[in-house]
């Protein structure tokens, strides 16, 4: 068929737009054109294989005992078939012999309104709501008899005209009760008990669940035909009418609680009997979308129900994702039991793509292989295979897929011969790449701006224009902060290994010209890229890419870019450590020839217990405190050059000196040489700016470039291991560490103090 034929969406025998509606579809009205529903067909998995055991479980008469109540989770990702499941179990259950059963299609905020509105229950329905009065009748049987029960040692003589108790013993009138022979009205009626006090028992014994003085009266009018419809009315979420005001029910069923505590009281009924009551509740995951007020009161009155059906025999099957059912306390996840749907292998898949082209599965041997592989026609095994890895198995996305997929192969005369893989290939593309460039360029703008991110001024890798980068685009080149570099580049769907090769080598260009500590790349998919593409981009480009999707997109790319920007800021720590590293090594290479010279003289140092300190540089024009301070730190670290040559020192075989060091203390000490170089540079800078600043006004400019000098020689000694000159001492007696960590701000202070001094 052609794409855009006008039968198409009649004559293609997949769903538009896959939707499963929980509950019964006939309020809708049935489909007028064959194929023409969201599609429902059902392939058997061992998920809903173990969701049905459960429910049958549960349906189970058990001789001996209560029912025993359970709450299922069906929990799992979109489109993986939540709503499908829960809709296999309502079919399942909707008969009239059936449990009775609520049905919420998904939570809203106005509670008031969904209850009264689209809750499904008991109430639809003529049988349904006879067969409520009747077990709330069974109940007030019940109370009655307990009531009976408490006089059982009296008996009553005569014979009263509505009915026949003659001389039976009250424990025969109590058991009559229960087993429905006689009429509790009648026997309230006959004994000449108060109805109010028959009323307070009912009270009382809902105690137990919740609101019970309002449902108790409302059961117990519920028996009066002058008041059953009433009743009803009020029941389903509509205001009390005015009788029922003058008997204490003053308000309607409406808010989270009041709704939970109606589905709690009237599941509590069945329960009390040992009835199946059954309660769906799909897409509970929007309650997330709540403001935070409603939905901790939904998440309170959700787990009091949950308790409630657990505890008194009913069955509570609810969908939700996974961070649904994290909004719940650990409590609620130990009381329910968890099925999470899997996504669908090729098999599974074939079976679904079979269940609506309706040609049932063609074999076909796999040479060599032994096994038996089966596809439905006109989707050939490769086509299968393709479209389960593409779609990563999730349903939903099967039936998209193939519904577009069976437009594209059309031969124009309504006929689908074969749909090949290059098909399902274009289907995905033109399902997913829908967006033009523009919008998700223009998206990301608004990111960028948002984030008050700093574009660099110059690319730091120049354009080669559209047509040797094909569909990649570079959107920005953002400079974090100085000589590094984030660059947002833009592709569309990235589906076979050709796509992934593509970017890959493109990326790696751009990153090529670069440090690669002062490079992060953002890949933008505006389009689809499958699980198992992008961990294989994420592994060839270091970082996860990012699919674009309407919605919360700004931000995400905005969360994206402070992960890298802290990764770029931890490759350049990592680049600098690295790079002083290699300066100490280059030191000590250079003091290599003098190691010679110290081996010699090292024992004569020893013995006379003297060493003799290193010179300094000759006299500079910095102010007496600051050249004193700088002498200070010289002394010390020529102090700590002789404590550890002289810690290393030894004699060799023969008697001679030996150096008997290891890599630390060659650290140490190659540390110690390249402090001194460091802090002679240092003392050399201050002094030059000292002499220019001395010879008029100080200047803005001046005063930078003095802390710049300061700056320099601090960061220089912060990446060093200065602690490794010397061990901690009392913090009264000054170390070599301690001398140079704090050099550079005595000397800003003492060369601030001497310039600014009239």
């Known amino acids: ?37 969201s599609g429902n067909a059902h392939v058997s998995t061992p998920f809903l294989e173990d969701l049905e055991y459960l429910v049958r479980d549960y349906l189970r008469d058990r001789p001996r005992g209560r029912r025993r109540g359970r709450a299922i989770a069906v929990v799992g990702e979109f489109g993986l078939g939540k709503s499908h499941a829960a809709r296999e179990v309502c079919n399942a259950l909707a008969r009239p012999d059936g449990p009775a059963m609520w049905i919420v299609d998904e939570p809203v905020q106005d509670f008031g309104r969904m209850y009264r509105d689209r809750l499904r229950g008991p109430a639809d329905t003529p049988e349904g709501k006879a067969a409520f009065e009747e077990l709330v009748r069974d109940y007030y049987a019940h109370v009655t008899a307990a009531r009976v029960g408490e006089r059982s040692s009296d008996t009553r003589p005569g014979r009263p005209d509505d009915i026949p108790l003659g001389d039976i013993a009250l424990d025969d009138i109590a058991t009559g009760l229960r087993d429905r022979v006689l009429d509790p009205d009648k026997v309230v009626s006959a004994l000449r008990y108060d ?12 105690s137990e669940v919740t609101e ?3 449902f108790a009266t409302a059961f117990a009018l519920l028996q009066d035909p002058r008041f059953s419809s009433m009743v009803w009315a009020w029941l389903t979420g509509d205001e009390p009418a005015p009788q029922l005001r003058e008997r204490g029910i003053k308000d309607a069923v409406t808010g989270i609680d009041p709704v939970f505590d109606a589905l709690a009281v009237q599941g509590f009924l069945h329960g009390r009997f040992d009835k199946p009551y059954v309660l769906l509740i799909d897409s509970l995951e929007k309650v997330l979308d709540w403001p935070e007020d409603s939905r901790r009161t939904f998440v309170d009155a959700f787990e009091r129900l949950v308790n409630v059906y657990v505890s008194q025999g009913g069955l509570l099957v609810f969908c939700t994702s996974p961070s649904g059912l994290n909004a719940f306390r650990p409590s609620l996840h130990e009381r329910v039991v968890q099925l999470w749907p899997t996504r669908f292998t090729s098999e599974l898949t074939a079976d679904l793509v079979a269940e609506y082209v309706g040609s049932g599965a063609r074999p076909d041997a796999v040479q060599g292989t032994g096994s038996i592989e089966r596809w439905p026609a006109p989707f050939g095994s490769e086509s299968v295979a393709i479209l389960q890895e593409l779609t990563g198995g999730v349903p939903r996305e099967i039936l998209k897929t193939c519904h577009r997929a069976w437009q594209l192969s059309g031969d124009g005369g309504g006929t689908v011969r074969e749909v090949t893989p290059a098909t399902v290939l274009r289907a995905v593309r033109a399902l997913h790449g829908n967006v033009s460039e523009e919008q998700v360029l223009s998206t990301i703008h608004d990111a960028v701006a948002v984030g008050q991110w700093r574009i660099a001024s110059v690319d730091p890798v120049p354009a080669r224009g559209p047509a040797a980068d094909g569909p990649l685009v570079v959107a920005y080149w953002l400079e974090p902060f100085p000589n590094a570099y984030i660059a947002i580049v ?21 990153r ?52 890298l920007r802290a990764r770029l800021t931890e490759l350049r720590k990592e680049a600098d450590l690295a790079e002083l590293t290699s300066e100490l090594r280059g030191a000590l290479g250079e003091h290599s020839s003098q190691l010679g010279l110290l081996r010699r003289t090292v024992s004569d140092l020893a013995r006379r217990d003297l060493v003799a300190a290193a010179p300094g540089p000759a006299r500079t024009a910095l102010p007496d405190p600051v050249e004193g301070r700088f002498e200070e730190v010289f002394s010390l670290l020529d102090a700590a ?32 040489t390249l402090v001194r170089q460091l802090t002679e540079r240092f003392r050399a800078g201050a002094d030059a700016w000292f002499r220019a600043a001395s010879s008029g006004v100080r ?13 320099e020689y ?22 070599a560490a301690r001398a140079v960590e704090a050099l550079a701000d005595e000397v800003w202070g003492g060369l601030v103090s001497a310039v600014r001094a009239p």
Do not use: K
Request: aromatic letters at 4%.
């Open 1 to 37: 068929m052609a794409a855009n034929s006008a039968d198409t969406w009649y004559s293609n025998p997949f769903p538009l737009v896959p939707v499963v509606r929980l509950g019964p579809s006939a309020d809708l009205g049935e489909a007028p054109v064959e194929a023409a529903d």
């Open 195 to 206: 109805p109010e006090v028959m009323h307070a028992d009912l009270r009382v014994t809902l």
């Open 212 to 214: 019970h003085r309002r």
């Open 490 to 510: 833009v592709t569309s769907s990235v589906l076979v290994a050709d796509d992934q090769e593509r970017i890959t080598a493109r990326v790696r260009a751009l």
């Open 512 to 563: 090529g010209t670069l440090h690669p500590a002062r490079a992060e790349v953002l890949l933008v998919v505006n389009g689809h890229v499958s699980r198992t593409m992008r961990d294989r981009l994420a592994r060839s480009l270091g970082s996860q890419p990012l699919l674009y999707r309407p919605g919360d997109f700004e931000q995400a790319v905005n969360e994206a870019l402070d992960r």
């Open 641 to 672: 050059v002789e404590r550890l040559a002289g810690g290393s020192s030894g004699a060799g075989p023969d008697g001679s000196p030996s150096l008997r060091a290891g890599r630390a203390d060659l650290a140490a000490l190659g540390c110690a």
């Open 699 to 711: 200047s803005e400019e001046q005063w930078a470039g003095l802390r710049r000098v300061c700056r």
């Open 714 to 735: 601090e960061t220089a000694v912060e990446v060093l291991p200065v602690q490794s000159l010397g061990v901690s001492g009392p913090v009264h007696r000054p170390t």
